[in-house]
């Protein structure tokens, strides 16, 4: 009895393991005003590439984008580099400015008032990740976890209207 056992883990452990090709797990696109303010927020698969969530987080907004004579700046890191990516930025009526973190730096040392954006974003990723039930989602339905997005969205546009301490 033990050798069969034996010779059924051996002829498993020498079968390679097929790959299935794709992530676990979600993905959130999040468009931030300057403050971190979340303006947008859209989950997906993991496996979706960013730019073609790109379409619908500008799609998304939930205010009324003001009129004015200059086209608004959307920054954006280099998943955004591409000319579908620039094309949607550019059909919205936003000034596409996709830079590298090495260009930012570069940048940062040339002038001296010049502030990298990219960590407003990354900042309000962390905002979000701080409700401990989007860290690790377990939701089952997409639409669930969209509304719990959209809860954390809310909390934290409440947070930095009010003063808390004051």
Known sequence: ???????????????????????????????????????????????????????????????VRPKTKKRQKLCADAGYKGEPAQKVISSRDYEPHVKQRREEAQEKRKHRGFKARRWVVERTHSWVNRHRKLLVSFEKTEASYVGLLSLAAAMICWRQVIFIYG
């Open 1 to 63: 009895m033990v050798l069969l056992a034996k010779r059924h883990w051996l002829r498993n452990a020498l079968v390679p393991t097929q790959r299935i090709g794709g992530k676990n797990g979600r993905k959130r696109s999040v468009l931030t005003d300057g403050r971190g303010v979340p303006l947008s927020i859209i989950a997906s698969g993991a496996n979706v590439n960013d730019v073609v969530l790109l379409e619908r987080t500008l799609d998304g907004i939930v205010i």
